[in-house]
């Protein structure tokens, strides 16, 4: 198949019903996105696919043919960290880090479209990103008052 991955052109051959989520972490070496429920509960693999979010593990591969897709890798910058990641760092929003790809990726695509969003707004754009250690108290105010 072949798809562009962060603004480049990738080949890669499937064999059989890959999730899009393998392909990136084992075929293209992107390991940004967690390979943790593989049910697509979790949101640990969100990434975007053609500008909209989904869990890569529900996602077979051969779909992905064509299209574009935008891991944490290319949301953040080639120096430092995109300003959702350094909202995160500085209000505790990022513990152990597992989940914190994926909601990166839910962040910035909710501020790309929204740039000043509400609570309500922030929540359910996080809705599909389950975190265990924060409490999400410091990943919402991380994205409302961070970025």
Do not use: W
């Not at 695509?109 to 000043?116: A, I, M, V």
């Amino acid at each position: 198949m072949k798809f562009t991955v962060n603004g480049r052109t990738a080949e890669v051959l499937v064999e059989g019903p890959q999730s899009l989520l393998r392909v990136l972490r084992d075929d293209v070496g992107l390991y940004g996105a967690k390979d943790a429920c593989e049910q697509g509960e979790c949101g640990a693999c969100t990434v975007l696919l053609n500008g909209v979010p989904v869990c890569s593990c529900l996602v077979l591969a051969a779909d992905a043919e064509g299209a574009h897709v935008m891991t944490v890798e290319g949301i953040t910058p080639a120096e430092g960290l995109h300003p959702v990641q350094e909202a995160l760092l500085d209000t505790g929003g990022a513990q152990c880090g597992y989940c914190t790809p994926g909601i990166v990726v839910s962040a910035a695509h909710l501020l790309e479209h929204n740039p000043d969003p509400t609570e309500e707004e922030v929540r359910e754009a996080l809705a599909g990103n389950l975190c265990r250690c924060t409490g999400y108290g410091a990943i919402i105010r991380a994205i409302m008052e961070g970025t």
